[in-house]
């Protein structure tokens, strides 16, 4: 069907109130620039590339080759913004025959007139359905993965100690919201984690890892995806 002026008006309008701006990246697929913040949602040079780069091989296949009988992950996402890293996930629990429980935070969930104009080339299929999901609700979305959002702040979430395998920290970056970032937020990241839990993120930044160092996880500075220099895994080792 082709969508008619009005519905191509109403999408614009929700782009613009909402601060954003829809962007193709570099491979192809989707991604959103916070005009608010100047920040985009994923790197220009390609969204799918680096989430599967970041997310994908350095986490879940990581994880996956340290303990290949492990057959249920626990992951907990900060940031479910455009969904991609969820579909991933979806993918990639499908793939590896593995049950995955994803849960995620977002504070600004994206409305319906936005997240359907995106394009994630064949991981597309189920993403209206993740993010028509309800809110603080567990779905099945298949037989392996099971999807909860939790429409909350990092630091209003309540956690739960030595509950999950691998964190996705996702946020937008340290210099567009600082909060996040907080020595805080990453002490309670380390908490939740089970002892031998991997956090994955793009962001390098200096001050970032002498924090996550502090708090007591292990990291490693890693090649970054689409050309960036660097990425952060960090792990619980204790």
Avoid at 54 to 76: A, M, N, T, W
Avoid at 97 to 104: A, F, P
Avoid at 142 to 162: D, G, Y
Avoid at 194 to 220: H, M, P, S, W
Wanted: charged fraction near 20%.
């Amino acid at each position: 069907m082709i969508p008619s002026n009005a519905e191509n008006n109403d999408k614009k309008a929700s782009l613009k109130s909402s601060n954003l701006e829809l962007i193709t990246t570099g491979d192809g697929s989707s991604s959103l620039l916070n005009t608010e913040l100047n920040d985009f949602y994923h790197s220009t040079k390609g969204a799918i590339g680096e989430s599967l780069h970041v997310y994908i091989e350095q986490g879940l296949d990581y994880f996956i080759k340290r303990d290949p009988s492990c057959k249920h992950i626990k992951i907990l996402e900060i940031g479910f913004g455009t969904g991609l890293n969820a579909l991933l996930a979806l993918h990639w629990a499908q793939d590896n025959s593995c049950l995955v429980d994803y849960e995620s935070l977002e504070t600004h969930p994206l409305p319906a007139a936005i997240y359907t104009q995106l394009q994630f080339k064949n991981w597309s299929k189920n993403l209206a359905k993740i993010h028509q999901c309800e809110w603080g609700v567990t779905h099945s979305i298949n037989e392996v993965f099971k999807l909860t959002k939790h429409r909350a702040s990092l630091e209003k979430f309540k956690q739960i100690a030595s509950h999950y395998d691998i964190i996705f920290f996702d946020a937008f970056s340290p210099s567009k919201q600082p909060d996040i970032w907080y020595q805080s937020n990453l002490k309670k990241c380390f908490t939740s984690l089970k002892k031998n839990g991997v956090l994955v993120t793009y962001c390098a930044q200096g001050q970032f890892k002498r924090d996550l160092i502090e708090v007591g996880f292990e990291i490693e500075t890693l090649p970054g995806a689409m050309g960036k220099w660097e990425m952060v895994r960090a792990q619980k080792v204790t």
